[in-house]
């Protein structure tokens, strides 16, 4: 018997033989690991195009390629993805939407996706892409508005990223 997993994660698998003499189960947790199917080649999972776009997620159209923008935000479904924002929502991204002064520093506010880490970052001086240094990362799940109190510097700059 095969079974097939739309997501990828483990699994507990339970066998149940039962007869003439009686029934007995055998149960083994976290026994199957399923991994994700990249049918398409350009490092989205099926079952993440699948959920944001229907069918098998195995293959794209003009709303679900890698380099599409399907709700006009401005992010790709390939930055979509990294960032688990919804791709068919242009209010669901991954912004700094406010900073501003606070009692004890600054305080820097954001909305994103709830199932990667988000990660601020600050530096002194622009453009300074080696200088980066994180100032807070917020592991997942993760609420969609976010904030933080940075009692640093007014004179930074600040981003924020994904990693998955």
Same mark, same amino acid.
């Given at each position: 018997?095969?079974?097939?997993?739309? %997501?990828?994660?483990?699994?507990?698998?339970?066998?149940?033989?039962?007869?003439?003499?009686?029934?007995?189960? @055998? =149960?083994?947790?976290?026994?199957?690991?399923?991994?994700?199917?990249?049918?398409?080649?350009?490092?989205?999972?099926? &079952?993440?195009?699948?959920?944001?776009?229907?069918?098998?997620?195995? =293959?794209?159209?003009?709303?679900?390629? +890698?380099?599409?923008?399907?709700?006009?935000?401005?992010? $790709?479904?390939?930055? +979509?993805?990294?960032?688990? $924002?919804?791709? =068919? @929502?242009?209010?669901?991204?991954?912004?700094?939407?406010?900073?501003?002064?606070?009692?004890?520093?600054?305080?820097?506010? &954001?909305?994103?996706?709830?199932?990667?880490?988000?990660?601020? +970052?600050?530096?002194?001086?622009?453009?300074? +892409?080696?200088?980066?240094?994180?100032?807070? $990362?917020?592991?997942?799940?993760?609420?969609? =508005? @976010?904030?933080?109190?940075?009692?640093?510097?007014?004179?930074? %700059?600040?981003?924020?990223?994904?990693?998955?």
């Amino acid at each position: 018997m095969a079974h097939l997993y739309q %997501f990828p994660g483990t699994a507990t698998v339970q066998l149940v033989v039962s007869g003439p003499a009686g029934a007995s189960t @055998n =149960t083994h947790p976290d026994l199957v690991v399923a991994t994700a199917a990249y049918t398409v080649g350009d490092g989205i999972p099926d &079952w993440w195009r699948a959920l944001s776009f229907g069918g098998s997620g195995g =293959t794209t159209n003009g709303q679900s390629c +890698e380099d599409c923008d399907a709700d006009g935000d401005g992010l $790709t479904t390939r930055q +979509e993805y990294l960032a688990d $924002t919804d791709p =068919t @929502n242009e209010a669901s991204r991954l912004e700094l939407t406010a900073i501003a002064a606070a009692p004890g520093g600054l305080e820097v506010q &954001w909305i994103g996706g709830t199932g990667v880490a988000q990660v601020v +970052e600050a530096t002194a001086d622009l453009p300074a +892409e080696s200088d980066w240094t994180a100032v807070a $990362t917020n592991p997942p799940p993760t609420e969609v =508005t @976010n904030a933080l109190l940075h009692g640093s510097s007014p004179r930074l %700059f600040y981003r924020i990223r994904a990693q998955r």
